[in-house]
């Protein structure tokens, strides 16, 4: 989970954090994939901690058929 921290200037009730009343500097934890639905909002969230990331898996490199290099 992210982490964000809560700017505005007076409590909000978050409904997707299940009615939760967050208070003016206060952190808290939403989900990974709506994260930027929070950051793009400047003037009420800063970011804290981003989303954590799966790495990406690795995939063998393209084996190029052999030719006759005469």
Same mark, same amino acid.
């Given at each position: 989970? *992210?982490? /964000?921290?809560? /700017?505005?200037?007076?409590? &909000? @009730? &978050? %409904?997707? $954090?299940?009615?939760? $009343? &967050?208070?003016?500097?206060?952190?808290?934890? /939403?989900?990974?994939?709506?994260?930027?639905?929070? /950051?793009?909002? %400047?003037?009420?969230?800063?970011?804290?901690?981003?989303?954590? @990331? *799966? %790495?990406?898996? !690795? !995939? %063998?490199? *393209? +084996? @190029?058929? +052999?030719?006759?290099?005469?």
């Amino acid at each position: 989970m *992210a982490r /964000v921290r809560f /700017v505005g200037a007076e409590p &909000v @009730t &978050v %409904p997707e $954090l299940g009615d939760r $009343l &967050v208070q003016p500097d206060e952190i808290v934890e /939403v989900p990974d994939d709506r994260f930027d639905g929070y /950051v793009c909002q %400047p003037s009420n969230w800063q970011s804290v901690e981003e989303p954590k @990331t *799966a %790495p990406a898996a !690795k !995939k %063998p490199a *393209a +084996k @190029t058929p +052999k030719g006759d290099d005469d």
